[in-house]
């Protein structure tokens, strides 16, 4: 399911590039667009595309179907949309990039590639001692499980977009990321 | 291995927590600390906990008779030395650990395992108070609070520390229905150092203390994450001080690396005396 389109409304579920995504809002300037943008910052597509309407982070989405969710305009007939399909989406009022869920878990799992380059523990044990020590409901590599491609992109972004060095992407988070 | 004579030495809520769980074990275990009246609070405490469990009858009379009998108070020179392990967990100051294992090294069995339950030193550098034969039978055991419920156990091995008695008390902590990740002497271990991004980074998404966003933040953490809870309330819990301490010496530890850097509002929160729960300022207001 990449895109849902109907009364004139398009729903972007896809993980593209930057440039794939504002490729699909050029190509559709007439309809009212929301858009999946769990790597990318929202700010920057609603000034550049004033039909998009509000956009959605669903990188980390499991069997649950809880995303979060931001409008620039309420757009009651598109949430109805994201429930019909069966998810639950939560309203954000706070637009940042990478969204408040995908933005945190990415430098947590940042950190669990650090970790397991300087070889602290193994993959295992980290993510046992996340969900053990402090209940965190995933470890970060479950998180992060045929994800890291996304993971590297929003600290990519992050990084783009404050120059700090925080976001800077472990070596063994990139090698995961394109294999 | 089989462990069943077990010191724990500090009696604050670290230590009466690990003793306690070691208890329930059926291990028998001396607790031990300076204070006496820190002792025989923490002993009423423990069996007060155990008393509530055979209300609840998660444990029956008999069971909580007999831990009764295995858990004893002491100071440390009433202790037998023919025990098979010791944890630390006193005050986190290096100097007065050191002191303490100088004490140990001499007053134990050459079998005793010595421990720690350190969240921030290096447990090579504390071995370094102990004798070359006890480095090998010197680990990180680090628990999490409360010690009878989350399952985690760090262990962790310093540089002269035997590998196979890491492998053992892997196994045997698993064993007890623990759940033990096996770690490297660095900064943090596991837990303190990957959990720090969980406040880092909502700090940064809210900039600043808009009660508005602070409550967003942890919202969407908690509904959408899945989280237990969100950060904001987790640091207000903890103390808003103690968890920047704990980031600054994590910052310290890695040569002030930028991704563990503290945020400017933790420090003046700390300045202003807005530690959470425990003032009743923090995040959220508690009146």
């Known amino acids: 399911m990449t895109n849902v389109s109907f009364d004139n409304i398009l729903i972007n579920f896809g993980f593209g590039t ?16 929301l858009m999946e943008l769990s790597c990318y910052d929202p700010a920057e597509f609603y000034t550049e595309f004033p039909q998009l309407h509000g956009s959605f982070a669903a990188l980390f989405c499991d069997e649950e179907k809880k995303i979060e969710i931001h409008f620039k305009q309420m757009n009651q007939a598109a949430l109805n949309k994201f429930i019909e399909l069966g998810f639950k989406p939560f309203e954000t009022t706070i637009i940042s990039c990478g969204f408040i869920f995908p933005r945190t878990i990415v430098q947590i799992i940042n950190e669990a590639y650090f970790a397991l380059e300087e070889e ?6 980290i993510n046992r001692a996340m969900k053990f020590g402090v209940n965190y409901p995933k470890g970060p590599f479950e998180w992060s499980q045929g994800k890291e491609k996304f993971v590297l992109t929003l600290l990519n972004e992050l990084y783009q977009k404050t120059q700090d060095k925080r976001y800077l992407a472990a070596s063994l988070l990139k090698t995961a990321a394109v294999s | 291995m089989n462990l069943q004579r077990i010191v724990v030495i500090g009696a604050g809520t670290m230590g009466s927590g690990i003793a306690q769980w070691f208890t329930q074990q059926m291990c028998f275990v001396e607790l031990v600390d300076n204070s006496p009246e820190q002792l025989q609070n923490a002993l009423n405490s423990i069996h007060a906990s155990w008393d509530k469990l055979v209300e609840k009858e998660k444990l029956s009379s008999c ?14 020179e009433q202790v037998s030395s023919n025990t098979d392990l010791v944890i630390e967990a006193i005050i986190e100051n290096l100097e007065i650990k050191k002191e303490l294992f100088h004490k140990l090294d001499k007053h134990f069995a050459p079998h005793t395992i ?17 004798s070359n034969e006890r480095k090998a039978r010197f680990v990180g055991l680090h628990f999490f609070n409360p010690a009878t419920l989350m399952k985690l156990v760090e262990v962790i091995k310093g540089e002269k520390t035997d590998e196979k008695l890491c492998n ?35 700090l940064r998404i809210v900039e600043n203390e808009d009660e508005n966003k602070v409550k967003e933040v942890d919202q969407i953490l908690k509904v959408v994450g ?3 809870m969100g950060p904001f309330e987790l640091m207000d819990l903890i103390g808003i001080d103690v968890n920047y301490s704990v980031t600054c010496s994590v910052w310290e530890a890695y040569k002030r690396e930028p991704r563990f850097a503290p945020h400017k509002l933790q420090k003046q929160m700390v300045d202003e005396k807005r530690f959470g729960r425990k003032s009743k300022r923090g995040f959220y207001k508690y009146d």
């Open chain 1, 18 to 33: 930057k440039e794939e995504k504002k490729e699909i809002l050029r190509e559709n300037p007439n309809k009212t667009v």
């Open chain 1, 120 to 125: 602290v523990a193994s993959k295992e044990d």
């Open chain 2, 63 to 76: 069971q909580v008779n007999q831990m009764k009998k295995l858990l004893e108070v002491k100071s440390l």
């Open chain 2, 114 to 130: 010595l421990s720690s339950n350190t969240s921030s030193f290096p447990i090579t550098l504390m071995s370094e108070a102990v």
């Open chain 2, 168 to 202: 053992d008390l892997y196994a045997w902590f698993e064993s007890k229905d623990k759940k033990p990740a096996l770690c490297k002497d660095s900064a943090g271990f596991i837990v303190n150092r990957v959990a720090r991004n969980f406040y880092g980074e909502p």
């Open chain 2, 226 to 228: 899945g989280f237990k």
